[in-house]
């Protein structure tokens, strides 16, 4: 009987579904797209006057137009997602691009929305000029340059995005799920509800509200006489599978309940995807933590680990099971 167990290939579905979308809009397919669809003599013109004419000659010498490394603002006009192919051509995320430092966060919905506004539009020159130099420097540093490589260096700064945005996907999905697990959990006591809270009435005859929040995850507070709250836990849940990355996102989790203790809160618990965690070895990486959990196993509802959080939950929000 084997023992191994190979993990699925959740994330890179993801990856593939979403490579899928940018394909027609931030990646090269989108530039040859556009530029099959356009006035060719009026992108050379303005080659002519953005492109420097060393990196333009060289770029033509290993077979390939211009605008596949020169931007310009013929083509940017007609597909402002097309900025996010440049930026990912020269090797920069988007905090690095649309960051302070270089003037560009205005440009930013033309990326993201795929809009040129008619106050980005006057600055379209500067832009294309920025980019062309950047460019420039590119060109003259590396050996060659082909539709291949040029389309593998746009993945490679397309990944670390792609992934950071499929595991905040995958956090908010797995936060979604604990919330909707406490809800059940408690809905004999249930007064009132939406989305992102649950109000429920305790045993004392006071309003506990559970609420699906970002820093902590999940809080828990109890409405005092006074009409005071009383901050009771909170819940930090990292719901990725990725055994190597789990110790970096506990000290994630330890930063969160840090935070948590300053509000008041009288307990931490954080709700992990990785099976089989080293619970010393946590506990060392964010001593805050009074409970772990793991997701799979509470939300099946059996078991041992799945009563300890249903009973700890029903405990501390003071309704009977």
């Known amino acids: 009987m084997s023992h191994l167990s190979v993990p699925l290939p959740d994330l890179q579905v993801t990856f593939h579904a979403r490579l899928e979308e940018l394909r027609h809009s931030l990646l090269l397919d989108s530039l040859l797209e556009i530029v099959a669809a356009s006035d060719i003599k009026k992108i050379d013109r303005q080659l002519g006057r953005f492109a420097p004419p060393p990196g333009l000659q060289r770029v033509a010498g290993w077979g390939m137009r211009g605008e596949v490394v020169f931007a310009v603002p013929y083509l940017l006009a007609q597909r402002p997602r097309l900025l996010g192919y440049y930026r990912l051509l020269l090797g920069f995320s988007q905090k690095q691009f649309y960051g302070r430092e270089h003037g560009l966060a205005g440009f930013k919905s033309m990326e993201e929305q795929g809009r040129?506004?008619?106050?980005?539009?006057?600055?379209?020159?500067?832009?294309?000029?920025?980019?062309?130099?950047?460019?420039?420097?590119?060109?003259?540093?590396?050996?060659?340059?082909?539709?291949?490589?040029?389309?593998?260096?746009?993945?490679?700064?397309?990944?670390?995005?792609?992934?950071?945005?499929?595991?905040?996907?995958?956090?908010?999905?797995?936060?979604?799920?604990?919330?909707?697990?406490?809800?059940?959990?408690?809905?004999?006591?249930?007064?009132?509800?939406?989305?992102?809270?649950?109000?429920?009435?305790?045993?004392?005859?006071?309003?506990?509200?559970?609420?699906?929040?970002?820093?902590?995850?999940?809080?828990?507070?109890?409405?005092?006489?006074?009409?005071?709250?009383?901050?009771?836990?909170?819940?930090?849940?990292?719901?990725?599978?990725?055994?190597?990355?789990?110790?970096?996102?506990?000290?994630?989790?330890?930063?969160?309940?840090?935070?948590?203790?300053?509000?008041?809160?009288?307990?931490?618990?954080?709700?992990?995807?990785?099976?089989?965690?080293?619970?010393?070895?946590?506990?060392?990486e964010s001593p805050t933590t009074d409970r772990f959990f793991n997701l799979d196993a509470i939300r099946v509802g059996e078991g041992r680990e799945a009563l300890a959080f249903r009973e700890e939950l029903l405990s501390r929000v003071g309704v009977s099971d």
């Open 116 to 284: 040129l506004s008619p106050r980005q539009e006057p600055s379209l020159t500067d832009l294309c000029t920025c980019l062309c130099t950047s460019a420039a420097h590119l060109v003259e540093h590396v050996s060659q340059l082909s539709h291949t490589n040029v389309h593998e260096l746009t993945l490679l700064t397309l990944g670390p995005q792609l992934r950071g945005g499929a595991l905040n996907r995958l956090g908010t999905r797995a936060t979604r799920e604990v919330f909707d697990l406490i809800h059940e959990i408690v809905a004999a006591a249930v007064t009132s509800s939406d989305a992102d809270w649950i109000e429920i009435k305790n045993a004392a005859g006071r309003t506990v509200r559970i609420e699906f929040s970002s820093d902590p995850d999940i809080c828990i507070r109890e409405r005092l006489p006074s009409g005071n709250d009383r901050n009771l836990v909170a819940v930090e849940i990292k719901g990725g599978r990725d055994v190597s990355n789990i110790h970096n996102r506990i000290g994630e989790a330890e930063k969160s309940h840090q935070k948590a203790r300053k509000q008041g809160f009288v307990e931490c618990w954080t709700i992990v995807g990785v099976s089989h965690l080293d619970l010393k070895l946590a506990h060392k």
